[in-house]
Nanobody, 120 residues
């Protein structure tokens, strides 16, 4: 019913920039929240950033000032602009969306994950 398609992962050097995009499609009435989480090797998955439809955003302390999240509600997409990347940003990044389908309760959906690698 609902699918999240991610793009934009890759390998960059420290200090560089990268943009991740996620688009939701399918049976969607609304998306109360949409954003990104990440999981580094040997680490627990952590929230990177998430944003409501109204534009209220929450960022992990480790990325504040470097990452910027934006949403295009008309296209059901979210963009994570990552700047001043550090090796510790290396992780698999997962798009996450809280989605309300027509006639259904709110559910969480996850993308397949995209690798972001930052070299020293």
């Amino acid at each position: 019913q609902v699918q999240l398609v991610e793009s934009g992962g890759g390998l960059v050097q420290a200090g560089g920039s990268l943009r991740l995009s996620c688009a939701a499609s399918g049976d969607i009435e609304s998306i109360p929240a949409m954003g990104w989480s990440r999981q580094a090797p040997g680490k627990q998955r952590e929230l990177v950033a998430t944003m409501t439809r109204g534009g209220s955003a929450v960022y992990a302390d480790s990325v504040k000032g470097r990452f910027t999240l934006s949403r295009d509600n008309a296209k059901n997409t979210v963009l994570l602009q990552m700047s001043s990347l550090k090796p510790e940003d290396t992780a698999v990044y997962y798009c996450n969306a809280e989605i309300v389908s027509w006639g259904m309760a709110r559910r969480s959906y996850w993308g397949q994950g995209t690798q972001v690698s930052v070299s020293s």
